[in-house]
T-cell receptor, first 112, second 110 residues
Framework: DAGVIQSPRHEVTEMGQEVTLRCKPISGHDYLFWYRQTMMRGLELLIYFNNNVPIDDSGMPEDRFSAKMPNASFSTLKIQPSEPRDSAVYFC??????????FGSGTRLTVV | AQSVTQPDIHITVSEGASLELRCNYSYGATPYLFWYVQSPGQGLQLLLKYFSGDTLVQGIKGFEAEFKRSQSSFNLRKPSVHWSDAAEYFCAVGTFQLSFGAGTTVTVRA
């Protein structure tokens, strides 16, 4: 079991550029979650999927953020255009039952 | 609405001493409670969870937590801390959508 795999680990981009974060959940897990972690706001749930279907995206901060899960083994979180205030660590997590997640190692995004 | 309060932002403990991290929650039904640990630059690792049954829950790395419904608490404990326990600890409540506390940073001194 390779765990939840996120890429890239670090991303530095210029304001206005498109950023795509990737996540591969644990095989057999049918829930996938995207979280954002900042010093000011802590851990925030952005969106979660069940069986590849978005269930709740109320945490997505604005229309610049979008997430997809085209199949059970892959999800993306896209920010277009990116802004400096989007700088954070973005975590993906998955769960078989929805209770108790396994987190990936995160993507540290810096927008300059 | 569900929420979690971790009253202690930072705790310093000597190696070999006991550790207790406090967690208070607000939840409308029977709570599902979790403790996670985050080492610098890493993701969150699940230490233990409580769904129902025995209110004293054993987890990994020698940690345990006790659910007290009357106090709306789920405190984490470890009898003897190791230097490798220095990390940030998060309490969480919920089912599909977890609400996390702000975290408690633990420093271990030699």
């Amino acid at each position: 079991d390779a765990g939840v795999i996120q890429s890239p680990r670090h991303e530095v981009t210029e304001m206005g550029q498109e950023v795509t974060l990737r996540c591969k959940p644990i095989s057999g897990h049918d829930y996938l979650f995207w979280y954002r972690q900042t010093m000011m706001r802590g851990l925030e749930l952005l969106i979660y999927f069940n069986n590849n279907v978005p269930i709740d995206d109320s945490g997505m901060p604005e229309d610049r953020f979008s997430a997809k899960m085209p199949n059970a083994s892959f999800s993306t979180l896209k920010i277009q255009p990116s802004e400096p205030r989007d700088s954070a660590v973005y975590f993906c997590a998955s769960s078989r039952t929805g209770y108790g997640y396994t987190f990936g190692s995160g993507t540290r995004l810096t927008v300059v | 609405a569900q929420s979690v309060t971790q009253p202690d932002i930072h705790i310093t403990v000597s190696e070999g001493a006991s550790l207790e991290l406090r967690c208070n929650y607000s939840y409308g039904a029977t709570p599902y409670l979790f403790w996670y640990v985050q080492s610098p630059g890493q993701g969150l690792q699940l230490l233990l969870k409580y769904f129902s049954g025995d209110t004293l829950v054993q987890g990994i790395k020698g940690f345990e937590a006790e659910f007290k419904r009357s106090q709306s608490s789920f405190n984490l404990r470890k009898p003897s801390v190791h230097w490798s326990d220095a990390a940030e600890y998060f309490c969480a409540v919920g089912t599909f959508q977890l609400s996390f506390g702000a975290g408690t940073t633990v420093t271990v001194r030699a």
